[in-house]
């Protein structure tokens, strides 16, 4: 039986998916466009090594609409982007706050009123008892304050009324995470003092500006069933066309609206709790979708309101929390009108962004939150901190929201900010890591057909998955790619250890995106088994061949599996050659008739640098045959080359070699056909190999560019399938390490694709 006749036929571990729940291909005028994508880090001052961390959290923009200010709180600055071109950002500098303050002031939100700008700051300085922030007033035009109004307090979030008379901003007063409470665990509340609102009259000129103090009513909050409330930590402000404000009380699980221009509290009410099944909350490797939370408090972090009526709010959670998604409250009375409950988390899923690392905790983790108008329907925008996305919802109907779009973005989505004068959306991520080639960025999205570059954008989710009983197929880290020899239209994939057990996905590229509709664990024994699949091959008559990385060289192995899933046999490496291997060992595999093809990732010890082995395998001899492939170099002082996938394809093996490097440095993302070998290779490791050359046949970079994300870095499957098209995908990592973005690349037909190179 052939590989895809068994997985259509519904036995054990293969029942076919039913198509994707969601309908992804919204055209051109219906769907948000990423133009860009910008690390900060171009942005840094002179002489600023670029390994500084720098990062971006909350934006504001112009009221021109062309500059985007973000935080800087790692740095302790502001920064600003010029998006007058949306595909084309230029950094246009910062402002330090020691040039304002002092080294331990931090900005923790901003907001633009006219021809100024307004920087939130946290002066505490770590002195949590006794906190302190203050704004400053600075023109942008000249980058130079005009005012400052102290806080009393340590702020956190600020937002300006739509009819710009006030601003408000939330003094949290945040509690000390190491520090326990007398009776308490170690970051519980109570913490004092307690946090405030601070509304601030924005009449005449910044030094006439004017701030009131709004402090909340620890009974009236105790009888809404706050948890601590003598100690209330305001966390996210929004303000409605009717100058009302609503502000989340994160630790103590409450929302309360204020009326601005009086200062009254209105109502304060509980965010309540929240049960959720269907969603993954073992830490164990697998993506396993039978877990539940019960009676958790929603913990809710950004708020927005939905209408004059109705507040929304991203369910972070904090020290109790977190229900892994979002809600929707009548603002008057604290009913709930609609909740998300593990739709979410299921967007994870579906398009390969679920991160199990954090499946014990908050899985997804939806931060931040927006509302703003497009076509004029309203339009919600919801951001998972954990999992690099947000979503976005029309909630012309705030009872039932329809989910349109995904929208990928560099690690930790922070800032959430629509210029809807522009149609743009920007999106500011906060984690960043030079060593771990995590990059802080600013993404850029325009609405519409007028967004639609010349020939399109490949849009996002490029491969997503299908589901069974409603369950969504869980994938991520494809790190392998093979066609499926008894269907023109399907490709067969795999998940490497980042998510376990091994399955054999198959993928349907006839759809778009391209659908993952069966999945076929492998088994020892009749026990599924975890393995670092590398390379997988189909074969003609049944079954595959995988190739298994090791940590260490002698864990190498190239699988034979049966049509059913069942390993039939583990063929070690010779291992002399195996003993000279690293951790990065076997990382693809191609079968050419009688013939296994494989290639190592790495050069063994023994051999030049720069020079790996591709190797020749006949299984009914048990020979193996041993060549070199010369890689290619980059300056790059940390940097490596290695090979991740071999296929064979019009007579030649084809093989895509890479640097480890992504984002703007990436250099070596590349296609190269190579002759087929007529003559012996060496048998042993201190042989040293005959030579193969190699053609160039694809620069992969322009390809990866032309998402307009960042340049992922693990290009591991390559594959022509018997439609005769080129198709490429990289490996996410699962998350740990990486954006998490799959890049699923259909190059067209291959002999255009391959032609001469690029």
Same mark, same amino acid.
């Given at each position: 039986?052939?590989?895809?006749?068994?997985?259509?036929?519904?036995?054990?571990?293969?029942?076919?998916?039913g198509?994707s729940?969601?309908? =992804?291909?919204?055209?051109?005028?219906q769907?948000?466009?990423?133009?860009?994508?910008?690390?900060?880090?171009? &942005?840094?001052?002179?002489?600023?090594?670029?390994?500084?961390?720098?990062?971006?959290?909350?934006?504001?923009?112009?009221?021109?609409g062309?500059?985007?200010?973000?935080?800087?709180?790692?740095a302790?600055?502001?920064?600003?982007?010029?998006?007058?071109?949306?595909?084309?950002?230029?950094?246009?500098?910062?402002?330090?706050?020691?040039?304002?303050?002092?080294?331990?002031?931090?900005p923790?939100?901003?907001?633009?009123?006219?021809?100024?700008?307004?920087?939130?700051?946290?002066?505490?300085?770590?002195?949590?008892?006794?906190?302190?922030?203050?704004?400053?007033?600075?023109?942008i035009?000249?980058?130079?304050?005009?005012?400052?109004i102290?806080?009393?307090?340590?702020?956190?979030?600020?937002?300006?009324?739509?009819?710009?008379?006030?601003?408000?901003?939330?003094?949290?007063?945040?509690?000390?995470?190491?520090?326990?409470p007398?009776?308490?665990?170690?970051?519980?509340?109570?913490?004092?003092?307690?946090?405030?609102?601070?509304?601030?009259d924005?009449?005449?000129?910044?030094?006439?500006?004017?701030?009131?103090?709004?402090?909340f009513?620890?009974?009236?909050?105790?009888?809404?069933?706050?948890?601590?409330?003598?100690?209330?930590?305001?966390?996210?402000?929004?303000? &409605?066309? #009717?100058?009302?404000?609503?502000?989340?009380?994160?630790?103590?699980?409450?929302?309360?609206?204020?009326?601005?221009?009086?200062?009254?509290?209105?109502?304060?009410?509980?965010?309540?709790?929240?049960?959720?099944?269907?969603?993954?909350?073992?830490?164990?490797?697998?993506?396993?979708?039978?877990?539940?939370?019960?009676?958790?408090?929603?913990?809710?972090?950004?708020?927005?309101?939905?209408?004059?009526?109705?507040?929304?709010?991203?369910?972070?959670?904090?020290w109790?929390?977190?229900?892994?998604?979002?809600?929707?409250?009548?603002?008057?009375?604290?009913?709930v009108?609609?909740?998300?409950?593990?739709?979410?988390?299921?967007?994870?899923?579906?398009?390969?962004?679920?991160?199990?690392?954090?499946?014990?905790?908050?899985?997804?983790?939806?931060?931040?939150?927006?509302?703003?108008?497009?076509?004029g #329907?309203?339009?919600?925008?919801?951001?998972?901190?954990?999992?690099?996305?947000?979503?976005?919802?029309?909630?012309?109907?705030?009872?039932?929201?329809?989910?349109?779009?995904? /929208?990928?973005?560099?690690?930790?989505?922070?800032?959430?900010?629509?210029?809807?004068?522009? &149609?743009?959306?920007?999106?500011?991520?906060?984690?960043?890591?030079?060593?771990?080639?995590?990059?802080?960025?600013?993404?850029?999205?325009?609405?519409?057909?007028?967004?639609?570059?010349?020939?399109?954008?490949? @849009?996002?989710?490029?491969?997503?998955?299908?589901?069974v009983?409603?369950?969504?197929?869980?994938?991520?880290?494809?790190?392998?790619?093979?066609?499926?020899?008894?269907?023109e239209? #399907?490709?067969?994939?795999?998940?490497?250890?980042?998510?376990?057990?091994?399955?054999? /996905?198959?993928?349907?590229?006839?759809?778009?995106?391209?659908?993952?509709?069966?999945?076929?664990?492998?088994?020892?024994?009749?026990?599924?088994?975890?393995?670092d699949?590398?390379? /997988?091959?189909?074969?003609?008559?049944?079954?595959?061949?995988?190739?298994?990385?090791?940590?260490?060289?002698?864990?190498?192995?190239?699988?034979?599996?049966?049509?059913?899933?069942?390993?039939?046999?583990?063929?070690?490496?010779?291992?002399?050659?195996?003993?000279e291997?690293?951790?990065?060992g076997?990382?693809?595999?191609?079968v050419?008739?009688?013939?296994?093809?494989?290639?190592?990732?790495?050069?063994?010890?023994?051999d030049?640098?720069?020079?790996?082995?591709?190797?020749?395998?006949?299984?009914?001899?048990?020979?193996?045959? =041993?060549?070199?492939y010369?890689?290619?170099?980059?300056?790059?002082?940390?940097?490596?080359?290695?090979?991740?996938?071999?296929?064979?394809?019009?007579?030649?093996?084809?093989?895509?070699?890479?640097?480890?490097?992504?984002?703007?440095?990436?250099?070596?993302?590349?296609?190269?056909?190579?002759?087929i070998?007529? @003559?012996?290779?060496?048998?042993?490791?201190?042989?040293?190999?005959?030579? /193969?050359?190699?053609?160039?046949?694809?620069?992969?970079?322009?390809?990866l560019?032309?998402?307009?994300? =960042?340049?992922?870095?693990?290009?591991?499957? @390559?594959?022509?399938?018997?439609n005769? #098209?080129?198709?490429?995908?990289?490996?996410?990592?699962?998350?740990?390490?990486?954006?998490?973005?799959?890049?699923?690349?259909?190059?067209?037909?291959?002999?255009?694709?391959?032609?001469?190179?690029?």
């Open positions: 039986m052939s590989a895809t006749a068994l997985l259509a036929a519904g036995c054990s571990h293969s029942e076919p998916a198509p729940p969601i309908d =992804w291909d919204l055209p051109t005028a769907r948000y466009h990423r133009l860009a994508t910008y690390p900060v880090y171009l &942005n840094r001052p002179a002489g600023e090594p670029a390994e500084t961390e720098t990062v971006a959290e909350i934006s504001a923009v112009t009221e021109d062309n500059t985007v200010i973000y935080t800087d709180a790692t302790k600055r502001v920064g600003f982007i010029d998006i007058t071109d949306p595909t084309n950002p230029v950094g246009r500098g910062t402002l330090s706050l020691a040039e304002l303050g002092n080294d331990d002031d931090q923790t939100s901003v907001a633009v009123a006219g021809e100024h700008l307004i920087v939130v700051i946290d002066t505490t300085g770590g002195d949590f008892a006794n906190p302190s922030g203050r704004i400053d007033v600075v023109r035009a000249d980058r130079t304050r005009v005012h400052s102290d806080l009393g307090g340590q702020p956190d979030s600020i937002a300006v009324s739509p009819d710009g008379s006030f601003a408000a901003i939330a003094v949290e007063n945040q509690r000390d995470e190491e520090l326990a007398p009776g308490g665990e170690e970051g519980d509340l109570p913490q004092p003092p307690t946090g405030f609102v601070t509304i601030v924005l009449d005449g000129t910044p030094q006439q500006w004017s701030p009131r103090k709004v402090e009513d620890v009974e009236a909050a105790r009888a809404a069933g706050l948890d601590t409330p003598e100690d209330l930590e305001p966390e996210y402000v929004s303000i &409605n066309s #009717r100058g009302e404000i609503a502000v989340t009380l994160q630790e103590n699980n409450g929302i309360a609206v204020i009326d601005g221009p009086t200062g009254a509290v209105r109502t304060i009410f509980s965010a309540g709790t929240q049960s959720v099944d269907g969603i993954d909350t073992a830490e164990d490797g697998r993506i396993d979708q039978t877990g539940s939370i019960t009676d958790l408090p929603r913990e809710p972090d950004a708020i927005a309101w939905a209408d004059d009526t109705h507040v929304a709010t991203a369910n972070e959670g904090d109790k929390g977190g229900t892994r998604g979002w809600t929707v409250f009548d603002a008057a009375t604290g009913d009108v609609w909740d998300a409950g593990s739709s979410f988390s299921e967007l994870a899923v579906l398009t390969g962004l679920h991160i199990e690392s954090r499946a014990e905790s908050k899985g997804p983790e939806p931060e931040g939150l927006t509302v703003t108008e497009i076509d #329907r309203p339009m919600l925008l919801v951001g998972s901190e954990r999992s690099n996305f947000v979503a976005a919802y029309d909630i012309g109907d705030v009872t039932a929201p329809v989910f349109r779009q995904v /929208l990928p973005a560099t690690n930790g989505p922070e800032g959430l900010l629509p210029i809807p004068g522009r &149609n743009l959306f920007v999106i500011a991520s906060e984690a960043d890591d030079a060593q771990a080639r995590i990059r802080a960025a600013v993404t850029v999205y325009g609405y519409g057909d007028a967004f639609a570059a010349d020939g399109g954008v490949p @849009a996002f989710p490029s491969i997503v998955s299908g589901a009983d409603g369950v969504p197929i869980g994938w991520g880290a494809l790190g392998a790619l093979s066609a499926d020899p008894m269907d239209d #399907r490709l067969l994939t795999a998940t490497d250890d980042a998510y376990g057990p091994a399955r054999v /996905l198959g993928v349907d590229v006839s759809k778009s995106p391209a659908l993952i509709d069966r999945e076929l664990v492998i088994t020892e024994n009749g026990t599924p088994v975890t393995l699949i590398e390379g /997988l091959a189909a074969r003609p008559d049944g079954g595959f061949y995988l190739a298994v990385e090791g940590a260490e060289g002698p864990g190498n192995a190239l699988v034979s599996v049966a049509a059913d899933g069942a390993i039939r046999e583990r063929i070690a490496l010779p291992a002399d050659i195996a003993a291997l690293g951790s990065q076997l990382e693809g595999v191609a050419d008739g009688d013939t296994v093809w494989v290639a190592l990732q790495r050069e063994l010890s023994t030049p640098t720069g020079v790996a082995r591709i190797g020749r395998y006949t299984p009914d001899s048990g020979r193996w045959d =041993w060549y070199g010369p890689l290619e170099t980059t300056e790059h002082p940390d940097d490596w080359i290695g090979l991740s996938e071999i296929a064979v394809h019009d007579g030649a093996l084809l093989v895509v070699e890479r640097d480890k490097l992504n984002g703007p440095d990436a250099r070596v993302k590349a296609l190269y056909s190579v002759e070998p007529s @003559a012996a290779g060496v048998a042993a490791a201190a042989d040293q190999p005959p030579m /193969l050359a190699k053609t160039p046949a694809r620069d992969l970079r322009p390809d560019r032309a998402t307009r994300g =960042w340049v992922q870095e693990k290009v591991e499957g @390559a594959a022509v399938a018997g005769g #098209r080129l198709y490429v995908v990289t490996d996410n990592d699962g998350l740990d390490d990486a954006s998490g973005e799959t890049v699923f690349l259909d190059l067209g037909p291959a002999a255009d694709a391959l032609r001469g190179g690029r």
